[in-house]
């Protein structure tokens, strides 16, 4: 069983930052990317950021230049440091993974429970 448990969510005011973390366990083999997503109330979840194993990361553009993704491997864990923190960031985030758990499977995508951020003064 694999489970991806987040942590950094809360309440902060307009221009604050937040750090997000969602930490891997479990039967492990490799994994491949990790992504961070939201879910505003009323909306659809969306893609905020996402790292590869290896190669460039993506952001949404309404992220850009406020938001990092980053992962510490030997860890299992992905990291992502919001900044200028806007009222519209305000929603659930959910940390996102493709795992192998064991070496020759296929491998499949797992999600954490979520994290609230919320953005009010």
């Known amino acids: 069983q694999v489970q991806l448990v987040e942590s950094g969510g809360g309440l902060v005011q307009p221009g604050g930052s937040l750090r997000l973390s969602c930490a891997a366990s479990?039967?492990?083999?490799?994994?491949?990317?990790m992504g961070w997503y939201r879910q505003a109330p009323g909306k659809q979840r969306e893609l905020v950021a996402r790292?590869?194993?290896?190669?460039?990361?993506n952001y949404a553009d309404s992220v850009k230049g406020r938001f990092t993704i980053s992962r510490d491997n030997t860890k299992n864990t992905v990291y992502l440091q919001m900044n200028t923190l806007k009222p519209e960031d305000t929603a659930v985030y959910y940390c996102?993974?493709?795992?192998?758990?064991?070496?020759?499977?296929?491998?499949?995508?797992?999600w954490g429970k979520g994290t609230p951020v919320t953005v009010s003064s």
């Open positions: 996102n993974a493709f795992i192998v758990g064991v070496k020759g499977d296929y491998g499949m995508h797992y």
């Open positions: 479990g039967s492990i083999f490799s994994i491949y990317a």
């Open positions: 790292i590869p194993s290896g190669g460039d990361t």
